[in-house]
């Protein structure tokens, strides 16, 4: 039976996690921890597909029986990492930033380059939550402070995104 108008899907909380592609050790080490709590609490993981923090967040809850979704910025879903099982192919190189953004109902950066900073802003512009772990310390001239929430471990961090992500589905954000 389709889902009508009086019927509607269960939508797990989707968190995305992003991070550089050439990370350190600890990094990875964090990213793959707080996958692996998305997946543990029944959570959809967005990420960005490729290497690094992206691939080992896509281990820790691929390793969970969570689920993946990758946003690929090439044109060839076989560019995902082995550990994304919904790859959503872009061909659009870093554009694919706004789809991982708005896709989130929460997003977790850990470390971070210029691509990761890109992601953080597109998320803020949304009105999606972002917590950091190591990552990017910024403030807009008129806010005056960090709008990044911070967090010092992966299950913190989690705890963090989890509960704004449920805050902003109820409305309360």
Do not use: K
Request: net charge negative; hydrophobic share 45%.
């Amino acid at each position: 039976m389709a889902a009508g108008p009086h019927h509607s899907v269960h939508r797990p909380v989707r968190i995305a996690v992003v991070g550089e592609r050439a990370t350190s050790d600890e990094n990875r080490a964090s990213a793959r921890a707080i996958g692996a709590e998305i997946g543990r609490r029944g959570g959809v993981l967005v990420c960005g597909a490729m290497g690094g923090v992206m691939e080992a967040a896509a281990e820790g809850c691929a390793a969970e029986h969570g689920l993946v979704v990758g946003i690929v910025p090439t044109a060839d879903a076989a560019d995902a990492n082995p550990f994304v099982a919904i790859p959503v192919v872009t061909g659009m190189g870093e554009g694919r930033n706004v789809i991982i953004a708005r896709t989130a109902e929460a997003m977790i950066a850990v470390g971070g380059s210029y691509g990761t900073l890109s992601e953080i802003a597109l998320a803020l512009r949304a009105g999606v939550p972002v917590v950091g772990l190591a990552t990017w310390r910024f403030e807009a001239p008129a806010q005056g402070s960090d709008s990044v929430v911070r967090a010092s471990s992966a299950s913190e961090a989690v705890d963090r995104a989890w509960s704004l992500a449920l805050e902003r589905r109820s409305g309360t954000i």
